[in-house]
């Protein structure tokens, strides 16, 4: 069935960085655009960056624009996102979620949580 | 770009109906109608509820309906069931990015 799992979430030291992954299956991954997600402890959702099947366009929310790097590996049906210069702001679950057409997100991981704390 | 306005929070008694409102802007919500919602249970993923406004996806309950007028979008539940006790996001395209509502609350009292 079709399924998005992510991993690679943990505590982190401020300024530190973290290499977030999501493995999908039961879909063509390199047909579709996926994205992250993320949402703050009790806070809301926040969409976060996404990319094109080609890897050709990419693009990010102003608040980790310089700081994250998302990524994709198609021949490994995988995502990736590169998170630098962590800051407590940044502490959240994770979700990647696929992107139906241009315009919403059909199909979401559990999500993997990223904790900044010294 | 802001975050889209949503109540913090609804209730109903089962059987009945509740209405979210999500509110956002001329270039969000009031030109495309790309409005998708999400409900999520504590501790789980969202899930896709509703998109392009007023369309359900395979296996979501008739009883879950969205509209738009304007600038402002709005899911209704009809019918309240149990299970419906959720937080419920709306999601907006704005055009190369997306725009999360603040979150909406339903109690089922």
């Known amino acids: 069935q079709v399924q998005l799992v992510e991993s690679g979430g943990g505590l982190v030291k401020p300024g530190g960085s973290l290499r977030l992954s999501c493995a999908a299956s039961g879909f063509t991954f390199s047909d579709y655009y996926m994205s992250w997600i993320r949402q703050a402890p009790g806070k809301g959702l926040e969409w976060v960056s996404y990319?094109?099947?080609?890897?050709?366009?990419?693009k990010y929310a102003d608040s980790v624009k310089g700081r994250f790097t998302i990524s994709r590996d198609n021949a490994k049906n995988s995502l990736y996102l590169q998170i630098n210069s962590l800051r407590a702001e940044d502490t959240a679950v994770y979700y990647c979620?696929?992107?139906?057409?241009?315009?919403?997100?059909?199909?979401w991981g559990q999500g993997t949580m990223v904790t900044v704390s010294s | 770009q802001s975050a889209l306005t949503q109540p913090r929070s609804v209730s109903g008694s089962p059987g009945q109906s509740v209405t979210i409102s999500c509110t956002g802007t001329?270039?969000?919500?009031?030109?495309?109608?790309?409005v998708s919602w999400y409900q999520q249970h504590p501790g789980k993923a969202p899930k896709y509820m509703i998109y392009d406004v007023n369309k359900r996806p395979s296996g979501v309950p008739d009883r879950f309906s969205g509209s738009k007028s304007g600038n402002t979008a709005s899911l209704t539940i009809s019918g309240l069931q149990a299970e419906d006790e959720a937080d419920y996001y709306c999601?907006?395209?704005?055009?190369?990015?997306?725009?999360f509502g603040t979150g909406t609350k339903v109690t089922v009292l």
């Open positions: 999601c907006s395209y704005a055009g190369s990015l997306y725009v």
């Open positions: 979620a696929r992107v139906r057409f241009c315009c919403d997100f059909d199909i």
């Open positions: 001329s270039s969000d919500v009031g030109v495309y109608n790309y």
């Open positions: 990319i094109s099947g080609s890897s050709i366009t990419v």
